[in-house]
């Protein structure tokens, strides 16, 4: 199995940047596909972005397309998110997922995902 660690999140003023980080450990890390999923309180997990084993292939939710960027480093084990122009309803904590997969199909549901992050608390004050 593979070990899911998040960093990088933080207080940001509406319209700010942050970019998280998730280094992953255990297993091949170019086998998984990734994705970033968020949780404010009283919500559902949601889906917010993924990416394929190779970084060739990347989707978005569509409250953050345009905004957020998600990238991998597969010599150095870890995916990120970059966002930008954040906003106060980007207040959650934001989770890091792996699947062992090299197929094409996007994952964008919490259950595609076997394996989880710890997650990391993100707040953007209005």
């Known amino acids: 199995q593979v070990q899911l660690v998040e960093s990088g999140g933080g207080l940001v003023q509406a319209g700010g940047s942050l970019r998280l980080s998730c280094a992953a450990s255990?297993?091949?890390?170019?086998?998984?596909?990734m994705g970033w999923f968020r949780q404010a309180p009283g919500k559902e997990r949601e889906f917010v972005t993924g990416i394929n084993w190779s970084g060739s292939s990347t989707y978005y939710a569509d409250s953050v397309a345009g905004r957020f960027t998600i990238s991998r480093d597969n010599a150095k084990n870890t995916v990120y998110l970059q966002m930008n122009s954040l906003k106060p309803e980007d207040t959650a904590v934001y989770y890091c997922?792996?699947?062992?997969?090299?197929?094409?199909?996007?994952?964008?549901?919490?259950?595609?995902?076997?394996?989880w992050g710890q997650g990391t608390q993100v707040t953007v004050s209005s």
């Open positions: 997922a792996a699947q062992n997969t090299r197929l094409g199909a996007r994952l964008s549901t919490w259950y595609e995902y076997d394996y």
């Open positions: 255990g297993r091949t890390f170019s086998n998984y596909a």
